[in-house]
């Protein structure tokens, strides 16, 4: 077991203390509501409500957040200001994007989120942080993640980190498709 995996890290950001932990079931109604008004503050105004309700409902039901916080196959880190969910982050396990690399044994990042009113305040780099440990302590051989493509400053965020474009793909939201990069990061 990695040493931040059973334990709660605490940083100093500039308007006060982040406390980072691994979620619990406990946690998925918090998890279920910041993702839905992570996405919708981002990108709801992109969709028709018909197409967004469906993706969020799929996406970010309490059902399927509770399958993959016993299932095993997904690592969510969380980072909370005081008592409220203000960040988290999503590693899944498995080739989601096997054929557009050479990767044998990558992970994905499938959500970095945090709430609207928190970006820019170190959360999203504490979490990145935690995802690059993980994935190195899992022994994987990079990393992968899907960033929509006028998303310029998520494309940013990521290239500080060394991810790389590989793929141009598809993103559904209901039945609206986006055009999406594929990063990676090998490690």
């Known amino acids: 077991m990695n040493m931040l ?3 709660a890290e ?4 500039a308007s006060s203390e982040i406390i980072f932990r691994n979620a619990t079931l406990e946690d ?3 998890l279920v509501a910041l993702g839905r008004a992570s996405f919708d503050a981002a990108f709801g105004h992109l969709y028709t409500q018909e197409n967004l309700a469906r993706f969020l409902h799929s996406a970010h039901s309490p059902e399927k957040v509770a399958a993959q916080l016993v299932g095993g196959h997904v690592a ?3 980072a909370f200001r005081g008592r409220r969910l203000a960040g988290y982050c999503k590693l899944v396990e498995g080739a989601q994007f096997g054929d557009h690399s050479h990767a044998k ?12 009113a928190s970006t820019g305040q170190g959360i999203g780099a504490g979490l990145m942080d935690w ?18 493509s006028e998303n310029v400053g998520a494309q940013r965020f990521y290239a500080r ?10 993103f559904w939201v209901g039945e609206h498709r986006d055009d999406e990069f594929l990063y990676e990061l090998k490690l």
Request: charged share 30%; hydrophobic share 40%; no cysteine.
């Open 5 to 7: 995996q059973g334990m």
């Open 161 to 170: 980190y060394g991810f790389a474009k590989i793929a141009d793909i598809d």
């Open 10 to 13: 605490r940083k100093q950001t």
């Open 105 to 116: 044994r990558p992970i994905a990042l499938s959500q970095l989120y945090t709430d609207p």
């Open 131 to 148: 995802a690059l440990a993980e994935a190195k302590h899992r022994r994987k051989d990079a990393i992968q993640l899907s960033v929509w």
């Open 76 to 78: 969510y880190r969380l």
């Open 28 to 30: 998925r109604d918090a």
